[in-house]
T-cell receptor, first 113, second 113 residues
């Protein structure tokens, strides 16, 4: 089946640093999404990307939909303690007549104050 | 408040027992989904439903069953046939017109001993 490779698996940074993570796939996706999950909670949608090449911001978050439609990255600028959590990318495509999401394995972000 | 509720938050069962996880949404979404999350892994799709009284198997449906008798409810039964049922279970919903934007509930952590 389709797979997403998300990297890095974990990051340990100082408060105030910028963060970058990415997802790649051998498959083409129609939409890329980025979610954040706090421990023991459900993922929360951060950014949705709909067109190849699209660059979208949401506050300190910026994400891009790769022009090949096979990759996406997420940047977080000037990290703060509440950014701690697991970030997931997800690619959406039409599979067997239904729109489905395929998720990356997640990037665990830890911030040292 | 509009949203997705899952109950209970924590569930403990003995091996060999069936258990049903609840998922309710008041977002008026047509589509609903069940995912399983294991430590260090992304979300894997168990079942999904796009309309009432219809549902489809996801990538890991073996040992699970669902029903969709009402638009707002999509309960998941973990049967005794599921070989490794201990996991974090997440329910999501989306509008069919924007099925890539899936919104998640808070999750149920199931422990089977």
């Amino acid at each position: 089946g389709q797979q997403l490779n998300q990297s890095p698996q974990s990051m340990f940074i100082q408060e105030g640093e910028d963060v970058s993570m990415n997802c790649t796939s051998s498959s083409i996706f129609n939409t890329w999404l980025w979610y954040k999950q706090d421990p023991g909670e459900g993922p929360v949608l951060l950014i949705a990307l709909y067109k190849a090449g699209e660059l979208t911001s949401n506050g300190r978050l910026t994400a891009q939909f790769g022009i090949t439609r096979k990759d996406s990255f997420l940047n977080i600028s000037a990290s703060i303690p509440s950014d701690v959590g697991i970030y997931f990318c997800a690619g959406q495509s039409l599979i067997q007549g239904a729109q489905k999401l395929v998720f990356g394995q997640g990037t665990r972000l830890t911030i040292n104050p | 408040d509009g949203g997705i509720t899952q109950s209970p938050k924590y569930l403990f069962r003995k091996e060999g027992q069936n258990v049903t996880l609840s998922c309710e949404q008041n977002l008026n979404h047509d589509a609903m989904y069940w995912y399983r999350q294991d430590p260090g892994q992304g979300l894997r799709l168990i079942y999904y439903s796009q309309i009432v009284n219809d549902f489809q198997k996801g990538d890991i449906a073996e040992g699970y069953s669902v029903s969709r008798e009402k638009k707002e409810s999509f309960p998941l039964t973990v049967t005794s046939a599921q070989k490794n049922p201990t996991a974090f279970y997440l329910c999501a919903s989306s509008a069919l017109s924007a099925s890539y934007e899936q919104y998640f509930g808070p999750g149920t952590r199931l422990t089977v001993t």
